[in-house]
C-alpha cells in the first residue's frame, strides 16, 4: 500500500514523464528552487491546487482552471436569467425561473 507521499510522488513522476507539452504540470524543479523562490513559485503557478471560493462547493482544481469553473460553478450566486432581480445559486435558477420568479412568463 502506497502513503499518500508515494502516490504524489509516483503521479508527479508520471505526468512529467508523458505531460511533455506541459499540458497539465509546470515541470518547475522544486528542489533547486530556494526557500524564497520556492514560496513565490507555491503562490503563483498556475497548476496550484485552489479550491471554489462558492459556499457549499468543494471543487478542488488547478488555478488554470478557476475562471472556467467559476462559469459552470452550481453553487455561484448568480441574478435570475429572467431579470426579476432575485440571486440564488445556480442549481436553484431552473426551479426558480420555473415557479417563483416574478418575471416567470404566463
Known amino acids: ?28 524543479d522544486m528542489e533547486q528552487l530556494g526557500s ?11 497548476f496550484r491546487p485552489v479550491g471554489c471560493s462558492h459556499a457549499g462547493c468543494t471543487a478542488l482544481f488547478s488555478a488554470r482552471y478557476e475562471a472556467a469553473h467559476d462559469g459552470s460553478c452550481e453553487f455561484k450566486v448568480v441574478r435570475c436569467a429572467l431579470g426579476c432581480k432575485e440571486s440564488l445559486p445556480r442549481r436553484d435558477m431552473e426551479a426558480h425561473v420555473a415557479g417563483p420568479c416574478a418575471m416567470r412568463p404566463a
Open 1 to 28: 500500500e502506497y502513503r499518500h507521499g508515494g502516490r504524489q510522488r509516483l503521479a508527479l513522476q508520471l505526468v512529467q514523464r508523458y505531460d511533455t507539452t506541459r499540458e497539465w504540470h509546470c515541470g518547475c
Open 36 to 46: 524564497t523562490e520556492r514560496e513565490r513559485h507555491l503562490t503563483s503557478c498556475v
